[in-house]
């Protein structure tokens, strides 16, 4: 008898068939019962491991043991036992190959131990698992993962991964060294938190991504009452672990109890602040956190920055705009009053400021919030744009290039880029920006728009119809607009100029000023701005700052002049230093668009 049908006959090829179905079962229901037990992610792995070992040594057993019509024989030594366990031993490397090689994140040449430039005290707090078996308290979930990376960003020393970047990971379901890899950082805290009325568990553990060695683990089981001592507690025993590996200084900072339905509301504001589709609701949750604790400085702040930033998503006059401003501010002061030395009070203060037109105030609220808390990327941000905005384009490209390196998934930041690139006409910069904008969010209007747009800066009349053309390709209806303004900015005869200004009020508000500008349209320039808000008033200049030469040409025109006294813009200079391409004549007198400066 050959071997083959020695195999048959001992019925290998069933045995071994049949563990494969009951090892995938296995692992189907481990895979979700481990995390409902809250087991830590390697235990998965461990089983894994543990089946895949099994399966060469299922064979090698049906083999040995032979079933005979007297019984079940132990036969070690038949015809073909070499052979078998050769075929076994193979199986097991093969095994053992695939776990430790075949995964992605163990990969030769893609490992995920962190580069030699990761910071040994980098860390990322990844997005906390909602174990509570409702997807609507994932707001939980995820505002208990903010909080910690917040207290976490506070531990001197500590380098933390910013919020947007870690959540471009949830739900993705990668290995946490792979994470780590794509992040550049040498440790991550996960965990998972269930939430039944009033009572909160939550399981955290300190990751290496080195080795996925878990430093540290603990679960928690507290009252909701008591949610900010045990961030607090959280952020002690990350600390401390690391303290013992790297040296880090443990500091966590100890907050006063809160109102649970305080930090409910707040907790749910903070998602729908970030979602930015539902502004108006995250300020209904704000304002009712504030009414229920209102010693409660977070909820203060939290609520101005909703409150400022809500006229870029809402359609409103510039009446409202202004009212909302007001409303902004006196949040901000609420704030500023309960904690005066707090990173997101000094944000606030720093964007009411901006808006006011009061840019040098605005600009030391931006730098004491960073020097707070360095780790708290939309200061970062918002400060970036404010340089931008009075033309500090050299000192704007460093700040983003900080604010990109601290979030890279911050699709903001890599916005920012792009207008600084523009500003100074750096092709290799802009298509950068773009590429990562798209990455991120192709139908950002940056995504969309961002070629055509620094066409037509600059009046490169072939490029910006070939962007069209792409647009149209892309985004039938956004190319559409496009190609019937594009021959109205450019000053193509037989153009409908009653058709080009209903095509500006379909297109996205952000959009408008390039094409007036273009044209080089004073009046109507001067006409959308004065009925814009204060918050798009301080973009005045940039758009015609960027412009070149049709910008640079309008910032020579007396009434534009008057407006960039109006708009603060000219205090500011005379305070802070002239942007190149403008200049003081004596105390009374100012110039802009010196085109020399600029060495074009």
Partial sequence: MNLLDEVKRRKVFKVGAGYVVVAWLA???????????????WALRVFILIALLGFPLTLVMAWMFDATPAGVKFDPDVRGSKRIYAIAAVLAVLALGWYFYGQPSFRKGD??????????????????????????????????TEELLD???????????????????????????????????????EGSVRRDGQQVRVTAQLVRVSDGFHVWSETYDRQLEGVFALQDDIARHVADALKQSLGVVAAVPVRAPIDPAAYDDYLRGRALLRQRNALPQAIDQFSAAV???????????????????????????????????????????????????????????????????????????????????PGYPDAREDYSEMLNLV??????????????????????????RFDAAVASDNRKEVELALARIRELDAK??????????????????????????????????????????????????????HAAEATLDALPAI??????????????????????????????????????????????DPRIKAKLIDYGFVAYWRKQGWPVGCRALGDADFECGLDAAWGH
């Fill in 27 to 41: 692992i189907q229901a481990v895979s979700i019962g481990f995390p409902a037990f809250d087991a830590p992610p």
């Fill in 111 to 144: 490992s995920a131990t962190p580069t030699a430039a990761s910071d040994p005290h980098s860390i990322a707090v990844l997005p906390f698992q909602n174990m509570s078996g409702d997807p609507k308290q994932e707001y939980f979930s995820d505002g208990m």
């Fill in 151 to 189: 207290v976490l960003a506070k531990v001197p020393q500590l380098k933390v991964v910013a919020r947007t970047s870690v959540f471009a990971f949830k739900g993705k379901g990668e290995d946490v060294r792979e994470i780590g890899r794509k992040l550049d950082v040498a440790n991550i805290v």
């Fill in 291 to 373: 009414a229920k604790a209102p010693q409660f400085a977070e909820g203060w702040s939290s609520l101005s920055l909703a409150e400022g930033v809500i006229y870029w998503y809402v359609r409103m006059d510039r009446a409202q705009a202004v009212g909302w401003l007001a409303k902004a501010a006196d949040a901000a002061a609420h704030a500023a009053a309960l904690a005066p030395d707090s990173a997101a009070t000094e944000h606030a203060l720093a964007n009411v400021a901006r808006e006011r037109f009061a840019y040098a105030e605005a600009e030391r609220h931006y730098l004491r919030a960073i020097a707070i808390d």
């Fill in 391 to 416: 033309g500090r384009v050299g000192d704007a490209a460093a700040a983003i290039a900080q604010l990109v390196r601290l979030d890279p998934y911050f699709i903001v930041g890599w916005m920012r």
């Fill in 444 to 497: 950002n209007v940056y995504s969309i728009f961002g070629a055509l747009n620094y066409a037509l800066a600059y009046s490169r009349k072939d490029e910006a119809r070939k962007a069209a053309r792409d647009i149209q390709d892309g985004y039938p209806a956004e190319g559409r607009l496009a190609q019937t303004l594009l021959p109205w900015a450019l000053g193509a005869v037989q153009t409908d100029p």
């Fill in 511 to 556: 959009e408008v000023p390039g094409y007036l500008i273009v044209r080089q349209d004073i009046a109507a320039y001067l006409d959308y701005v004065s009925h814009a808000g204060p918050m798009d008033q301080t973009y005045f200049f940039f758009k015609l700052y960027r412009s070149k030469p049709n910008g640079h040409a309008m910032l020579r």
